[in-house]
């Protein structure tokens, strides 16, 4: 019983650590509550020193599309219905005008836009390929190896993150020959499908005629929904945030009703405005408190970490989706390996929905390679800020030496990590042939399930 109240004891202090470091890293700079709509930190590069006499000579690369609008204009229909309802009754005051006028500068920015890939986006892969260069200079010197692969996604945010990449990678090294691959017969790797059942739980059944055209006519409409009052009490007591915006907060809230939806599309609206800077647009740190921001991304993180993360509940399903993605890469890096390669590089540019699921494939996803449910992540450290940015990338470094030995370093965004269940040779250096067995020893065991029932 004592065990069991100590281990109770320590999650608790564990949990109560995480909720303040949650907090402690938000106020440092509120753009990560915006969870995987966050823009990517450029990371302090350290390398450990490979072992003696190896060399880098091959990398091969994944990475997410980089920061994009929204991939709809009705994100913050919500707040822009309210704000227009209630400026018409004359309840604004200066500061919602303000911050009414703010969220309209994010949604008008959207317009055409929704879904590409902003300028920010465009400088964030042209950094990578600027860094991954300078990094790992041996690699694109090597006189025999010329050749760089390059596989996006059909989608054309993912297109465009390859071309700025590949862009800034031929500037910094001109002697590369680029070949660029973007079709469907691909997308079994670089995005495969997660709405995989489980075994022995049958798939949900498909819509019937009725409910297909239901949702055809409601997605199809151009108008807005009227707006309504939404009954309830809210979540979180937002009269700190809502009484500067209004001349009566109570005659505000007998038209908005519950304010956390109207609240929360202020929020999505500002968690925007890092990947379009160019609008010079602040929202999070005008108006919200850490607070208030880590009240909405807690919910936001844990649906993530639900969705694309190693969690107790959907971890299985996801690890044994991406195995086409890891095989991937054994097979191209056995194929750069082969005499008279000239492969340098082999890039692919997708989504957070393959990335993610990669490094819970490999059991990294987590920064403590834990597994738990998807609810506790915002209290476990698990921080999809960090985990799932935008252009979040995998990197797989090779290195040999004259007798032809091969060791493997991977990267998470930049990072060295540490691969659970395998011993390194040296920090981060794996040999090759152990770590490529330990990946299709992680595929089959993903797959085993599956193979049981049938279904593999």
């Known amino acids: ?74 994100f913050a229909r919500r707040a822009m219905e309210g704000f227009a309802f209630l400026d018409s009754l004359g309840l604004l005051t200066e500061t919602g005008k303000a911050l009414y006028a703010d969220v309209d500068a994010v949604v008008e920015a959207h317009k055409g836009m929704e879904g590409s890939l902003t300028p920010r986006g465009a400088r964030e892969h042209q950094m990578l390929a600027q860094r991954m260069v300078a990094r790992f200079p041996a690699v694109f010197k090597n006189k025999d190896r010329w050749e760089v692969n390059s596989f996006s996604s059909t989608n054309f945010r993912c297109i465009v993150s390859m071309c700025n990449f590949t862009n800034a990678l031929n500037e910094e090294s001109p002697r590369q020959e680029f070949t660029f691959t973007s079709a469907e017969r691909f997308m079994r790797y670089i995005n495969p499908s997660l709405n995989i059942p489980r075994p022995g739980v049958p798939p949900p059944p498909p819509l019937t005629p009725e409910q297909l055209a239901r949702y055809r006519s409601s997605s199809s409409s151009s108008q807005p929904a009227p707006f309504r009052p939404e009954p309830g009490v809210p979540g979180y007591d937002f009269t700190r945030f809502l009484k500067p915006l209004f001349t009566d907060l109570d005659a505000a809230l007998s038209y908005i009703g519950n304010p956390e939806s109207f609240v929360k599309a202020i929020y999505t609206a500002g968690g925007l405005c890092q990947d379009i800077d160019f609008l010079g647009v602040e929202i999070y740190r005008k108006y919200f408190t850490p607070e208030e921001l880590v009240y909405f991304w807690a919910d936001g993180n844990d649906s993530i970490y639900r969705m694309w993360g190693g969690s107790e509940e959907n971890g299985d399903v996801i690890r044994y989706a991406i195995r086409p993605l890891l095989m991937d890469f054994i097979e191209k890096a056995d194929a750069a390996m082969q005499p008279g390669s000239h492969r340098t590089a082999d890039l692919r540019f997708g989504h957070d929905t393959s990335v993610l699921p990669l490094f819970a494939l490999m059991g990294v996803d987590d920064p403590q390679n834990r597994v738990f449910p998807y609810k506790q992540a915002h209290n476990m450290g698990w921080y999809s800020f960090f985990q799932i940015p935008m252009a979040t990338n995998c990197q797989m470094i090779f290195y040999q030496n004259n007798k032809g030995e091969v060791l493997t370093k991977v990267l998470y965004n930049e990072k060295e990590v540490l691969i659970p269940g395998i011993e390194p040779v040296s920090g981060p250096y794996y040999r090759w042939d152990e770590l490529k067995a330990h990946f299709i020893k992680l595929c089959d065991e993903a797959a085993a399930p599956w193979r049981r029932a049938g279904i593999f």
């Open 1 to 74: 019983m004592k065990k069991v109240l100590l281990l109770l004891a320590l999650m608790l202090s564990i949990s109560a650590y995480a909720q303040e470091d949650a907090l402690r890293l938000i106020t440092e700079d509120p753009d990560r509550a915006s969870n995987n709509m966050h823009s990517y930190e450029f990371p302090t590069i350290v390398d450990t020193k490979a072992p003696k006499g190896f060399k880098p000579f091959y990398i091969s690369h994944y990475g997410r599309h980089g920061s994009r609008y929204e991939q709809n204009s009705t």
